[in-house]
Every structure is written in C-alpha cells, then in structure tokens.
C-alpha cells in the first residue's frame, strides 16, 4: 500500500546548524511529493513540492528538497537553520484514486531549534 | 474570505454528544478534504470532495462520522455520539480541480471530548 514514512519523530539542532529531514515513501509509480510545515498555532503551509523535472526543488523560507528515486526518498534540507524554524513538518505524497489527488502525510518530524 | 475558515476554532464537549465543524473554502476552489490529526500523529485523511462527484469517503474512521458540501462551497464534518478517542485537531484544505493545485488549510478546530 502506498505510504509515507518520516523516521524522526523529534529532532533538536541548534540554531545555524544545517538541518535534514527524512521522508521516505512507497508508491508505485512516479510520486507527488510535497513538505509542509505546521507552526504552533498555525495551519499547514506548503513549504515545496516535487511533480517532475530537476530532482532538486527550492521552497520558501530558505527550504529545499532532493527527490532520489533510487532511494524512495524526498528529504528536506536548510543550510542554516534559525529559531523560528521550530515547528512539525509533514512530507506528504499524492496519491491517485478515481481522477483526482488524495494527499496522503507522514507521521510528522518535530523540529525544536536551541539558541 | 482569503483562506479556508474554519469554526469554532475549539470545541469541548461531552462524551456521546454529536458535534458538527464547519468548513469555509476559498471561493472557487472544487476540490475540498477533511484531515484529522490526533496528538502524536499524522495527518489522517477522512473524506474528500470534488466538485458534484460523488465524495471519498475512504477514510472516516466509522459510521459515527458523516460529512456535507452543500451547494459546492460550505462543508459540515459531523461527528455522532462522540468518544474521548474522537479528540483531535479537524483539519480542512481547499484546492482547485487540477492535479497539481495547491492545497490551503485552516487552522484547524481542536475537538477535546471529556
């Protein structure tokens, strides 16, 4: 069955470190893949999102993601990551029933930033 | 209005009352999903609407749930007969027809039944 898995549940770096987020999916075919990010109090806001072309996507607030087909993985990337980062990121991946989009999300990654 | 409304933002009731969420889409978008996410959790898909179709219904946990769209726009996720178990953030997005389209969420209602 088609799913996505994110391995970390919380994750702590300090802030300007580098950060990674894994998401890894299982899907037959060629994914739809897309990262949100959930902030305290906040809805979900759609950081990128892959459909095809250039494995590399860029994203707002600085974010990017590699989609690595070889590796079933789609995982988030920040060179340098600031205090009001600190939120629940989703990876999510669409999938297809019927003619239209179903998103189906991870998980979830916590992410806590230290000064 | 700008975004996907959604109300009340927080609910508490009691355990076997019903409860009814609403869902405001942005205007013009066809294409409008219900989400639960439960402490710890991800998000869980429940039900989906696109246009006049007939509604995805794949994923309510159980016939306690039920959900409308009237007149393509407004939708209401109702929630018979609550159990504690049912305490939850109801998440809903909107989105247009194509594959590709963005998807926007509300804020979410936070659902605690006592």
């Known amino acids: 069955a088609q799913s996505v898995t994110q391995p970390d549940i919380h994750i702590t770096v300090s802030e300007g470190a580098s950060l990674e987020l894994r998401c890894n999916y299982s899907?037959?075919?060629?994914?739809?893949l897309f990262w949100y990010v959930q902030s305290p109090g906040q809805g979900l806001q759609l950081l990128l999102k892959?459909?095809?072309?250039?494995?590399l996507v860029q994203g707002i607030k600085g974010f990017e993601a590699e989609f690595k087909r070889s590796q079933s993985s789609f995982n988030l990337r920040k060179p340098s990551v600031h205090w009001s980062d600190a939120a629940e990121y989703f990876c999510a991946v669409v999938l297809f029933s019927g003619g239209y989009n179903k998103l189906i999300f991870g998980a979830g990654t916590r992410l806590a930033v230290h000064p | 209005g700008a975004g996907v409304s959604q109300s009340p933002s927080n609910k508490v009731t009691e355990k076997g009352k019903d409860v009814e969420l609403r869902c405001d889409p942005i205007s013009g978008h066809t294409a409008l999903y219900w989400y639960r996410q439960s402490l710890g959790q991800g998000l869980e898909f429940l039900i989906y609407?696109?246009?006049?179709?007939?509604?995805?219904k794949s994923g309510l946990p159980s016939d306690r749930f039920s959900a409308e769209r009237t007149g393509g726009s407004v939708s209401t996720l109702t929630i018979q007969r609550t159990q504690q178990e049912d305490s939850a953030v109801y998440l809903c997005?909107?989105?247009?027809?194509?594959?590709?389209?963005?998807?926007?969420f509300g804020s979410g209602t936070q659902l605690s039944v006592l």
């Open positions: 609407f696109q246009g006049n179709s007939a509604p995805d």
């Open positions: 997005a909107s989105s247009g027809r194509g594959t590709d389209e963005k998807l926007f």
């Open positions: 899907y037959g075919a060629t994914p739809y």
């Open positions: 892959y459909f095809s072309g250039d494995t």
